[in-house]
């Protein structure tokens, strides 16, 4: 059922959020962080949800979640050893666990706190696990490395890492089940773009070590990584102007969370997040949920702006809702791209050689706008859609479900849902960096 028939107003002066709330999200993302001294992240401690217990160590949200831990700690050794530490601990005793439906290193979930495989039935393998999980660690070995902790990285880190990649560089084409767990196919743009990622991020970590034994792994890293690269050019749909998940489902916020998490280094994925491709599906899938979902037309005839985002149209999960983590990404996106811009302005990058025009168009900009405008656009843009989203959770003592109810407006789905904390909190992170940078070149 269509219920929209505004456009949406991606302009507002402040996000909604404070610092005295950011800090009480901050607070629950860390007590779900090594679960019961395990170095387990839960995915949640609902154990009652549409969907089952969340209570499990589900790879994909968990390597999500370390990888902005570090981030929104400025990757300082000192704020996220503990942590680290524990989770290098978690990743050792999860690799070496017997599996009997699947490879462990595409095992979707685990049991907390003994690491052992689930062993009902699921949706496997998930092949982005490897990928995600091998990038997370390659981040604390340049934090271990900055702190001239090399041997420690080399013998306690670098072995985890590389056994998923000796699973990625071997199987990466094979079918997998999509990240929402439903879908199976060989070719998603979440989990190309992830491999991707990690083969081009972790030749970097490699070259970092200075390990002579590593030189062919790292060619050879590079040469999957380009290959990789080229099938994931065939996924930008010419005749709508969007980058496809795939044959089998299209249209996937996904593909948004795809650009924000591996898309923000140019050179390391064919569509960044400052390319008119993001731009061009943030425009097809923004107004898709906008017509997709009633709470987006409610919220338009009060005055609220912004948008709410699910996982798919036509979603059925749950009943088919936006997303809290979906929705705070897609902000994400709009910041993300604001300042990787202005940060390169004065490079002759291939960032600063690009008009942008696919981004003025999506927020009505003249095709002659300056990268100034255009970031302060996309820091209203980011900022209507956080505000949008902050006016369905703020009432909840900074508890973050998974999802908003697309009738009612409040929180619902899986509560205290760690993947939501961590959207939520790299958002306002990355916002906080992009109005720092546009108060210095103003002055």
Avoid at 96 to 116: A, C, W
Avoid at 260 to 279: I, L, M, N, R, W
Avoid at 283 to 308: A, H, M, T, W
Avoid at 317 to 324: K, L, Q, T
């Amino acid at each position: 059922m269509v219920y929209l028939y505004d456009e949406i107003e991606f302009e507002a002066d402040d996000a909604g959020f404070d610092d005295n709330f950011y800090n009480i999200m901050y607070n629950r993302f860390a007590s779900n962080l090594n679960i019961e001294g395990s170095g387990a992240i839960c995915a949640s401690t609902d154990t009652e949800t549409p969907g089952g217990s969340y209570y499990y160590h589900w790879m994909r949200d968990a390597a999500l979640s370390i990888k902005v831990w570090l981030e929104i700690n400025d990757c300082e050794y000192d704020r996220v050893s503990e942590v680290m530490e524990a989770y290098v601990g978690w990743v050792r005793n999860a690799q070496s666990q017997i599996d009997v439906n699947t490879d462990v290193r595409v095992e979707p979930k685990f049991y907390i706190p003994s690491g052992r495989p689930y062993d009902g039935r699921w949706c496997r393998p998930q092949t982005d696990g490897p990928a995600l999980r091998a990038i997370a660690l390659s981040m604390w070995i340049m934090i271990l490395a900055k702190r001239g902790l090399v041997q420690k990285a080399v013998t306690d880190v670098w072995p985890l890492i590389k056994y998923d990649m000796d699973w990625i560089t071997e199987n990466w084409s094979c079918e997998s089940c999509d990240l929402w767990e439903e879908v199976r196919y060989n070719d998603f743009y979440w989990n190309r773009a992830a491999f991707m990622y990690s083969l081009r991020k972790v030749a970097k970590c490699a070259e970092i070590l200075d390990n002579k034994s590593n030189r062919d792994l790292v060619k050879n890293y590079r040469i999957i990584a380009d290959e990789i690269e080229l099938s994931l050019m065939l996924h930008w749909n010419k005749d709508n102007m969007f980058i496809s998940q795939s044959v089998n489902r299209p249209h996937d916020s996904s593909v948004i969370h795809a650009i924000v998490t591996f898309g923000a280094e140019s050179g390391k994925t064919p569509f960044t997040v400052c390319s008119d491709a993001a731009a061009d599906t943030l425009s097809e899938l923004c107004e898709k949920f906008q017509k997709e979902f009633y709470v987006n037309f409610v919220d338009n005839r009060k005055g609220i702006p912004g948008v709410l985002i699910g996982r798919y149209p036509g979603d059925k999960y749950a009943g088919g809702n936006p997303w809290v983590l979906l929705t705070a990404v897609t902000a994400h996106c709009f910041y993300l791209s604001a300042l990787k811009i202005l940060s390169s302005r004065n490079s002759e990058s291939t960032v600063e050689r690009n008009n942008f025009q696919g981004w003025k168009h999506l927020l009505k900009l003249p095709p002659n706008a300056s990268c100034m405008d255009l970031a302060k656009a996309q820091l209203s843009a980011g900022d209507a859609i956080m505000k949008r989203l902050y006016e369905h959770v703020k009432d909840d003592d900074g508890n973050m479900h998974e999802q908003i109810s697309k009738f009612r407006g409040l929180q619902t789905g899986a509560s205290n849902l760690t993947w939501s904390y961590a959207n939520v909190l790299h958002a306002l992170h990355t916002r906080k960096k992009l109005r720092l940078n546009l108060t210095y070149i103003n002055r």
